[in-house]
């Protein structure tokens, strides 16, 4: 599919991920419209853009009724939070955007008659009682618990992009996304790496939450959008994991951070938030079988790049 994609819509498309999915399509030479509202995200991120007449970046929020003139052949909808702190701040907009906002982009490829691909999370997985998580799992989450509204928007999202799949014929595919982290990241996140890169490089303590034995698998950025665009220049309904199968604690996540950041700020263990995953490995043997993917960046190197971006944003702030 990917000759015969010439015009692609993002939504979420100034946020950490969806900027350099932009990026990247534009590199490719596909024109791109980003649609964003910049709740959680910022239009610095797509500044080095703007001067390609291939893109255009549209305010707007996806819960209302939206428009994009001319033609797509590709709807990516990443238009969400995604850490803790956001979606624990703004709760119902988290759900609306995974509900109505949904429906609204799935409309919007099926008016462009334009393949539909909506960026999921290893969140559906709860706190997994299989490990690794395969596609075929179905997940362990609390419906009305803390980090509900997050997974259950997602959940939520996954089963309206299946209802148009296999109601309506729609050409869709999800991908479920697993940890990714890069350049981009907002300093105050809120989540593992971005936090644990803030308190190296500022000199403060890198607060871990529990013990730190709890796993993560982390992805960079790059990776993550070629598995991305893997699945969407395909014609696979998903889901997908798109992840690192490399998994670590986050008490060693947050060690070698402070390595590679050349810090001697102490470590402080804190209270870990509420139900927070124990766990946290995709299996991706499907995407390797359908696409021949696999993340190629080791995680000192991503780690390396992400420290060395995060202290020059650090600088000029």
Not at 23 to 42: A, H, K, M, P, Y
Not at 256 to 278: H, K, N
Not at 309 to 317: C, G, I, P
Request: net charge negative; charged share 20%.
């Amino acid at each position: 599919m990917t000759g015969s994609v010439r015009r692609a819509v993002v939504t979420g498309g100034a946020g950490f991920l969806g900027s350099h999915l932009c990026e990247r399509l534009v590199g490719q030479g596909i024109s791109v419209v980003c649609l964003d509202n910049f709740l959680t995200s910022s239009p610095r991120n797509v500044a080095h853009l703007l001067d390609n007449p291939g893109f255009r970046c549209v305010e707007c929020d996806l819960t209302d009724a939206v428009h994009v003139p001319g033609e797509a052949d590709l709807v990516l909808h990443l238009a969400s939070a995604a850490s803790p702190i956001d979606y624990l701040r703004l709760p119902v907009e988290t759900l609306n955007v995974g509900s109505i906002g949904t429906l609204h982009a799935l409309e919007l490829a099926a008016e462009k008659d334009a393949r539909f691909v909506l960026a999921s999370t290893s969140e559906v997985y709860g706190d997994p009682r299989e490990h690794p998580q395969r596609e075929s799992y179905w997940g362990n989450v609390n419906p009305v618990g803390p980090r509900s509204v997050y997974d259950e928007a997602k959940r939520y999202a996954e089963a309206l992009t299946a209802a148009f799949h296999n109601s309506r014929g729609a050409d869709t595919g999800i991908v479920r996304i697993f940890n990714s982290y890069g350049p981009r990241m907002r300093p105050a996140d809120g989540r593992a790496i971005p936090t644990f890169i803030r308190q190296a490089l500022t000199g403060e303590p890198l607060t871990v939450a529990g013990d730190g034995t709890q796993t993560r698998s982390v992805c960079y950025v790059d990776d993550t959008v070629s598995g991305i665009l893997a699945a969407a220049f395909s014609d696979h309904p998903g889901p997908v994991n798109i992840g690192s199968p490399s998994e670590l604690s986050v008490r060693d996540l947050a060690f070698t951070i402070r390595e590679l950041s050349g810090s001697d700020a102490p470590v402080r263990f804190v209270d870990p938030p509420p139900e927070d995953p124990r766990v946290r490995r995709p299996d991706i043997t499907l995407a390797g079988e359908l696409f021949g993917w696999r993340p190629m960046v080791p995680v000192q190197e991503g780690l390396a790049r992400t420290i060395a971006w995060f202290a020059d944003e650090l600088v000029s702030r």
